[in-house]
Nanobody, 127 residues
Framework: QVQLVESGGGLVQPGGSLRLSCAAS????????MGWFRQAPGKEREFVAS????????FSADSIKGRFIISRDNAKNTVYLQMNSLKPEDTAVYYC????????????????????WGQGTQVTVSS
């Protein structure tokens, strides 16, 4: 059974940093583009960032560009989201997702393109 398990969330002050990890199991990891989404209280889930199968291509939402970096380690079946200069509006549950693609550099930016989802990890940015 495919599992995506997020970790690294928590409480951080504005301006601080966190690094989220998502470990995949029972998945041919390098055959999947990976993405991060988030859902704030009372809001719909939104796209944050995506990375291609090879890791050579990435795409990020405008709201986090220049602050968040997505990366992956195919040898460890893990995708990361380095979050810097955090703001209170970044407070949300963060989800990782895996989407099967045939092209190594494909980027997936919509929920419907993803096949598997993690349970989420809470990130709270507050003083």
């Amino acid at each position: 059974q495919v599992q995506l398990v997020e970790s690294g969330g928590g409480l951080v002050q504005p301006g601080g940093s966190l690094r989220l990890s998502c470990a995949a199991s029972e998945l041919s990891f390098s055959s999947y583009a990976m993405g991060w989404f988030r859902q704030a209280p009372g809001k719909e889930r939104e796209f944050v960032a995506s990375i291609s199968r090879s890791g050579g291509s990435t795409f990020s939402a405008d709201s986090i560009k220049g602050r968040f970096i997505i990366s992956r380690d195919n040898a460890k079946n893990t995708v990361y989201l380095q979050m810097n200069s955090l703001k209170p509006e970044d407070t949300a549950v963060y989800y990782c997702a895996a989407g099967r693609t045939f092209l190594k550099e494909s980027i997936l930016s919509t929920e419907s393109q993803y096949n598997y989802w993690g349970q989420g990890t809470q990130v709270t940015v507050s003083s």
